[in-house]
Every structure is written in structure tokens, then in C-alpha cells.
């Protein structure tokens, strides 16, 4: 099955800026996550778009030595660097890391089929045919397993009290989204995907994704939300989505408020998930 004719593009860039961005997110996401997951150990995991690979360590540290996990990763330089974080970290053996497609998963004959749990986080907005995508990880599943798949919908952001130029700011943002033939509000539609696939015993949740000042999540949580606007922009201001005058009266006042003794942000991924149907 080959879905490659459209590119997928990542918004936000490969630099070590996004790098470092990245693995704030999993600091503050991965424990929650792995609760919601509810793992029960000895699974075979397959991890779309498995990015900085923290989290894929994390699903086979709760897998245990019984299981095994695939991180897919299209990109390159995110794979060398989830090469190198493992080793760091001693764990260099924990998982194995392939570079593919998410529209054409880089299985061999005897793998597909083979999955408990096939995982995609933070990537279906980033893909203009999601659909696809979703389709992909049912076929690596075997029947009973399940596809998980977690992701945004922007229009909840709420930092609060609001940033001085900040709605300016995330509306060029989201649009930013179509011009590259993506979705910003891909997260409710995440049930739709799932079942649309053929999946079944479908739930939704949601992961928190928020903090408050005076909370040890607070400054991670911000320090994404400006890195986020950040490594977008340059398509901002190059797709005439806002002027630099405007791009930079609403980064200050989004520093201002990450300084803010009340300051809060309000948020929570989207989160579904669904099994393949048994036969017999």
C-alpha cells in the first residue's frame, strides 16, 4: 500500500531548539500517557512517528522483557537524535528504531498482523491524509489489538490571563495548518478516524496538558507553547499570516505572561483509541 504521492510536513522544523522542545513535551506528557495506555506488559508495540523515542522507551520499560517495540520515525535527524538519547540513557537495546513512512510502515511479511498495540502520538496533525495513516496501524495489528492515537485540537489552548497579542498570534498559527495541507484540529476527530478504519470498541479521554504558576510543570509547559510559535515562524511570515511587527508584539506578551504569578494554561491532548475485530 503506498500513500506517497502527497508529502507530509512538519511544521515546526528538525533543529536542536525543536529537539529540546520536544523533550520537554515528554517530560511532562509520558507519565500520564503511559496511564492511559494501561499497558499490562509482554505487548508488541509499534510506535508511529516515535520522533525524540521517549516515549517509545517508556511503552517498552512497561512492556517489560516479554515485549517489544518498533519506533517508526521519517525524519532522519530525529532518528539519529533518539539513537543518541537512548544510548545516553543506557538504552540503546530497550528499542528498535526504524526510518519509514507512516503511510507505508516499514514492516516485514511476517510482522504485519503481529501488533498488540500500535501508538501515534502528536503526528496525525501533522499528515494530510490521517485517514491513511490510521488504516496503516490497524493492518499491523493483530485481531483484539488496538490502535491509540492521541493529538490536538488548537482551538482549546487557553493560556490565561490572555497574552497581550496572542489570539493575532495562534489564528495566524492555525492557519498556518492549511497551508500546508494539514489539520490543527485533528483531535476531534479522532473517534470518526478510528471508526471510519473499521475499528471497534472505541473510547475517547484526554491527557492534561497544563499547569499553573508556583507548579513544577508550569515553565515546561510554556516554554513549549512559545517554542511551538517559534519554530513556526517563519511559515507565519512568509505566507503573509501576520506581519513581523504583530509576530512579535504577541511573543512578548507571551513571555509576560509565563511570568505572570497567576499565569495558567489550559489544555488537554486528545486522546481515542480502538480494537481490530476478532473473527471466529
Not at 491509540?148 to 490571563?161: G, I, L, Q
Not at 510554556?222 to 504577541?250: K, Q
Request: proline share 4%.
Amino acid at each position: 500500500m503506498n500513500h506517497t504521492e502527497q508529502p507530509s510536513h512538519y511544521i515546526h522544523g528538525y533543529s536542536s531548539d525543536e529537539e529540546h522542545r520536544l523533550s520537554l513535551l515528554n517530560d511532562v506528557l509520558n507519565e500520564a500517557s503511559l496511564r492511559e495506555l494501561g499497558l499490562q506488559g509482554g505487548e508488541r508495540i509499534l510506535d508511529v512517528g516515535s520522533g525524540p523515542g521517549q516515549f517509545t522507551r517508556a511503552m517498552a520499560r512497561a512492556a517489560g522483557r516479554k515485549g517489544r517495540v518498533i519506533g517508526i520515525e521519517r525524519d532522519a535527524q530525529q532518528l539519529a537524535g533518539a539513537s543518541r538519547l537512548a544510548r545516553d540513557a543506557g538504552e540503546e537495546n530497550l528499542v528498535e528504531f526504524r526510518q519509514g513512512d507512516a503511510r507505508n510502515l516499514p514492516l516485514r511479511r511476517d510482522e504485519w498482523g503481529a501488533f498488540d498495540v500500535a501508538h501515534a502520538r502528536f503526528l496525525l496533525e501533522h499528515v494530510p491524509d490521517p485517514a491513511a495513516v490510521v488504516s496503516e496501524m490497524a493492518r499491523a495489528l493483530r485481531p483484539g489489538g488496538r490502535v491509540v492515537v492521541s493529538d490536538d485540537d488548537h482551538e482549546s489552548f487557553r493560556p490565561w490571563p490572555e497574552p497581550a497579542g496572542f489570539h493575532r498570534l495562534w489564528e495566524a498559527y492555525l492557519r498556518s495548518y492549511d497551508r500546508l495541507g494539514n489539520d490543527a484540529y485533528i483531535g476531534r476527530r479522532l473517534v470518526l478516524l478510528l471508526y471510519d478504519a473499521g475499528l471497534r470498541n472505541i473510547r475517547n479521554s484526554g491527557v492534561f496538558f497544563g499547569g499553573c504558576a508556583g507548579t513544577p510543570a508550569f515553565h515546561a509547559v510554556a516554554d513549549n507553547l512559545i517554542g511551538t510559535l517559534v519554530g513556526a515562524r517563519e511559515l507565519i511570515l512568509s505566507g503573509g499570516l501576520l506581519d513581523e511587527t504583530a509576530y512579535t508584539a504577541g511573543m512578548e506578551g507571551l513571555n509576560q505572561w509565563k511570568a505572570h504569578p497567576a499565569g495558567a494554561l489550559w489544555y488537554a491532548t486528545c486522546w481515542a483509541e480502538g480494537s481490530v475485530e476478532e473473527t471466529g
